[in-house]
């Protein structure tokens, strides 16, 4: 096993409270939210079960564990959902193509929705999240908007959509904010608003240039 | 590749920016010493760029060239790395030269097309030391020609081949492991160069009635996108980026973290909202595109 201290990057000298700093800054980078539907998403469970076992290992060796195995018990372990948890009740032809996606066989999901008749939500949806993991972010964006027009009260489909239109929700190191544009709606501008006040306490005028 | 993507330098210490410096007076010298004097007029931004995404360090050595005579300045010294760089800036740029001559009229037609004939050579000992990549670039460039003829109004699908032209460079890397993280993140690298070129180009392609898929895609005939679209632009720039950051945290850059940092978190998203504002050339220009003086 490596040195669960190299793992967090804190020398073994960091106080809890450091090294604890330096686990949920690891965690929210490899959060499966920032991977989904990721065609690398297994890297980042990887890396993240690297860093749950090191923060358990640090907290072991130096008793500060409250539970035992505390690292897992944090919430931020969850691995990603995948297809099939919501929706597998539905027509085994859509589960079928979840699967395949799953399975990151892009090509042969897409064959198979194609031959799908029924157009509804779930079919936008499924093609959307095909279209995303290819990285084809305008059409994912249209078919995850047609699949919530569809089914408005699908909150697996209206997460799709968020998570496609909230960049300000993504990962970002500590005192990046700048984005493409000012103001892409919804949470984007809170979240903008926000990062400009932080940034105007803190003194960096920097972004005041940009947006 | 067109000079579009850059490290934010204000997020770099002084040490860090210098060291990025030698990088590109490396690149530099690795063109001139693997292709001759022509070779360092292909030197740019963007190539550097690749140069930091393909070595994780390098030896420095202090060299004299043709822009500094007198002082020597630090260079990173020819390695397999820049020397991988090198050979695809020269691929990437000859396909450059022939696209630019097929689109444009008399004069640059004839100036790209004289141009890429002084490349010609470079071009076929680039192709011979990396000819997956080479005969790849030429199917996507085919490929992107025909999507160009039917005048494709997709965004997605013109994009994927410059995407996957890029993507492709993955071919050229040993490691299964690096191979896969490094498609994945030179795919979006060449989905957002190939989108803001294009944003860039609309009132020019409007013009002169040449394709432009971002035209196409918002109806925007006259040149000019509306707040809406631009929006629209930007989510669809910002979501390669995030793809970027994800694969970029799952590689050790060595050295060049820093700089490969401040681009994905920040200075792409810059030259992004430039472009789409119309300032990108202006601001060039001004040096403001590095977030405070740009210094290289």
Redesign the interface.
């Known amino acids: 096993m490596k040195d669960p201290y190299q793992v967090l990057n804190v020398p073994s000298t960091a106080s809890d409270e450091e090294v604890k700093k330096a686990y949920r800054e690891l965690a929210r980078?490899?959060h499966p939210d920032?991977?989904h539907d990721?065609?690398?998403a297994d890297?980042?469970q990887e890396?993240m079960k690297e860093i749950n076992e090191a923060y358990a290992e640090i907290q072991k060796m130096r008793g500060t564990g409250r539970r035992a195995g505390a690292g897992q018990g944090t919430g931020y372990s969850r691995t990603s959902q995948g297809y099939g948890g919501y929706s597998a009740a539905g027509d085994p032809a859509f589960v079928r193509v979840r699967m395949a996606i799953q399975q990151g066989d892009l090509q042969t999901a897409e064959g198979m929705l194609e031959q799908i008749s029924t157009r509804n939500g779930e079919w936008y949806f499924l093609k959307g999240s095909i279209?995303y993991r290819?990285?084809?972010?305008?059409?994912?964006?249209s078919c995850f908007e047609t699949a919530c027009s569809m089914a408005p009260d699908n909150l697996e489909y209206r997460q799709a959509l968020e998570r496609?239109?909230n960049?300000g929700q993504?990962?970002?190191?500590e005192g990046?904010e700048?984005?493409?544009?000012?103001?892409?709606?919804g949470n984007l501008c809170g979240a903008m608003a926000c990062a400009y006040c932080l940034c105007n306490l803190c003194g960096y005028g920097?972004m005041r240039?940009?947006i | 590749m067109f000079g579009y993507v850059r490290p934010a330098l204000a997020r770099l210490t002084p040490e860090q920016r210098q060291a990025y410096q030698a990088l590109y007076c490396g690149l530099c010298h690795t063109l001139g010493q693997q292709y001759g004097p022509a070779g360092r007029f292909l030197l740019n931004f963007d190539f550097t760029f690749l140069a930091a995404l393909l070595s994780a360090g390098g030896r420095t050595a202090e060299r004299r060239c043709i822009a500094s005579p007198l002082r020597r300045r630090p260079a990173v010294e020819p390695c397999d790395a820049l020397v991988l760089a090198a050979d695809l800036s020269v691929i990437l740029s000859w396909h450059k030269l022939a696209d630019a001559a097929a689109d444009s009229a008399f004069p640059k037609r004839e100036g790209c097309r004289a141009a890429r004939g002084v490349l010609d050579r470079a071009y076929r000992r680039a192709a011979e030391r990396r000819p997956a990549f080479a005969g790849h670039t030429q199917e996507e460039m085919d490929r992107l020609s025909a999507l160009e003829r039917q005048r494709c109004a997709s965004l997605d699908e013109p994009a994927d081949t410059f995407a996957s032209l890029l993507g492709g460079i993955a071919l050229e890397l040993p490691d299964p492991l690096q191979r896969r993280i490094f498609s994945q993140l030179f795919y979006h690298l060449g989905r957002w160069i190939y989108l803001v070129d294009a944003v860039d180009d609309c009132r020019e392609d409007a013009a002169a009635g040449r394709y432009n898929p971002v035209l196409l895609r918002f109806g925007a005939d006259g040149g000019a996108l509306r707040e809406e679209d631009k929006a629209a632009m930007a989510l669809t720039l910002d979501a390669s980026i995030r793809q970027m950051a994800a694969a970029y945290e799952l590689w050790d850059f060595g050295i060049w973290s820093p700089h490969i940092q401040s681009a994905v978190y920040e200075g792409l998203y810059r030259v992004g909202n430039a472009v789409l504002e119309g300032r990108f050339h202006a601001d060039r220009r001004r040096g403001r595109l590095a977030g405070k003086k740009e210094q290289i």
């Open positions: 980078k490899y920032n991977y990721n065609p690398l890297l980042a890396k279209c290819r990285g084809w972010m305008d059409e994912a964006h496609l239109e960049s993504a990962y970002r190191p990046f700048v984005f493409t544009t000012g103001c892409g709606g920097g240039f940009w």
